[in-house]
C-alpha cells in the first residue's frame, strides 16, 4: 500500500514517536496497538450488532448494580484478551470487574506498566444506534517489574497517567490518544481496516457555548450547579449524548462544558474517578483544557478504591474559570 504523507499510520506515528528524546516506549506504543486492535473488533461486532444478535443484555449485573449489555461483555473480553496477548501490560482493571486481573507470565509481568479501561461507555443506547466508545489510561506501576502487581498500581491521580484516550464509534470510529504533552486524533478507513492521521495536536478552544448536561437531573444537582446553569443557559447550546465519550469529543473539538454533578440520589456522582474521569481530564489537560470535582483538580485526587465515583466537569478553561467562580471554590484548583 502506498503510504499517504498527509495522512501517516497509526503504526508510522507512534513508531517516529520511538526515536523521539525521551518519547514514547515499545510496550507503551505496544498497549496503545493492542487497545486499537480490540477497538477494530468491537467496530465490527458493533456495525452488525442486530445480525449478530448482539442487542441486548446477559442478564447479569456489574458492580455498580448496571445490567450488563452483550457488548459490554464482548468489549471488555477483547480488550483483556489483547492486552493480555501483546504481553505489554502486567495487569489490567476494568469498570466491569470487581477486582483488577493480573497476566502473571513472565513477559506480562516484566511490563512496567498496568491498563484501566471502560470497555464500553454509553452502552445503554447501543440498542438505539447511538455513538459509543472505549476510554482507557495507561499507568507506570509503582511495583517493581518482575513482581507481583498491587491494588497501589492502580490508585494512583490522575497526574501520574502515562497516556490516555478513547475509540468512539460513531458515523465515523475515531482513536484520540494523549501521551506527552499533545493529543492526537486517527480516523479508520473503512477500506484498508486502518487508522489514519485525522486530528493533529488537537487544542481545546479556550471558551465554547456548548453546555453538555443531563438536564433532567437539574433540579437534583447543589443549588450552585443549578445557579450556573441558569446564569448561562441563555447564551448555551445545550448537547448531551449520554456517553461520556460522545460528549467529550465534541467539547475537545468546539470548547465548551461538560457537567456531571453530584445529585440527591448520588451524592458522591456517579461517574467512575479511576475508569473515566481520570484518562479524560488528561486528555483534556494536553488539550488545554482543564477538570475538576467541585473544590478539586481531578488530576490531583488520589484514589481510595478501584471503583469510585465523583461529580465530574471538564471543558474549556475559561468556562471552568466560570463553574468554579459559581461553585465559590478555592482558586487555586482552577486554572488562570
Do not use: W
Request: aromatic share 10%.
Amino acid at each position: 500500500m502506498k503510504t499517504d504523507l498527509s495522512h501517516p499510520l497509526l503504526e508510522e506515528f507512534t513508531g517516529a514517536a520511538l526515536r523521539k528524546p525521551a518519547g514514547m516506549t515499545t510496550p507503551l506504543r505496544g498497549i496503545l496497538l493492542d487497545i486499537v486492535a480490540a477497538g477494530k473488533l468491537i467496530h465490527q461486532k458493533l456495525s452488525q450488532l442486530k445480525l449478530n444478535d448482539m442487542s441486548g443484555t446477559t442478564g447479569d449485573y456489574n458492580i455498580h448494580e448496571e445490567e450488563v449489555q452483550k457488548m459490554d461483555f464482548y468489549a471488555n473480553t477483547q480488550l483483556i484478551k489483547l492486552l493480555q496477548q501483546g504481553g505489554n501490560c502486567a495487569a489490567v482493571a476494568s469498570e466491569e470487574m470487581d477486582e483488577f486481573v493480573a497476566f502473571n507470565d513472565p513477559v506480562s509481568k516484566a511490563s512496567p506498566y498496568v491498563v484501566v479501561f471502560d470497555p464500553l461507555d454509553g452502552s445503554n443506547g447501543i440498542d438505539a444506534n447511538t455513538a459509543v466508545g472505549t476510554i482507557f489510561g495507561i499507568y507506570r506501576r509503582i511495583s517493581a517489574s518482575g513482581t507481583s502487581v498491587s491494588l497501589n498500581d492502580f490508585l494512583q491521580p490522575g497526574k501520574d497517567l502515562v497516556a490516555a484516550g478513547y475509540l468512539m464509534y460513531s458515523a465515523a470510529t475515531i482513536f484520540v490518544y494523549a501521551s506527552d504533552c499533545e493529543v492526537n486524533g486517527f480516523t479508520l478507513d473503512p477500506y484498508s481496516g486502518l487508522f489514519r492521521l485525522s486530528h493533529y495536536k488537537i487544542l481545546c478552544p479556550q471558551n465554547g457555548g456548548i453546555m453538555s448536561i443531563n438536564q433532567g437531573s437539574c433540579n437534583d444537582c447543589i443549588e450552585p450547579v443549578k445557579q450556573f446553569i441558569q446564569k448561562y443557559q441563555s447564551r448555551s447550546s445545550f448537547r448531551y449524548g449520554g456517553s461520556l465519550v460522545t460528549d467529550v469529543h465534541r467539547i475537545l473539538l468546539k470548547g465548551g462544558l461538560f457537567l456531571y454533578p453530584a445529585t440527591t440520589n448520588r451524592p458522591d456522582g456517579k461517574l467512575r474517578l479511576v475508569y473515566e474521569c481520570n484518562p479524560i481530564a488528561f486528555l483534556l489537560d494536553r488539550a488545554g483544557g482543564f477538570s475538576m470535582s467541585e473544590a478539586e483538580n481531578i488530576l490531583a485526587i488520589l484514589p481510595y478504591k478501584l471503583h469510585q465515583t465523583i461529580p465530574f466537569f471538564t471543558g474549556s478553561k475559561t468556562c471552568i474559570a466560570q463553574l468554579s467562580e459559581s461553585l465559590n471554590t478555592a482558586s487555586r484548583a482552577y486554572p488562570d
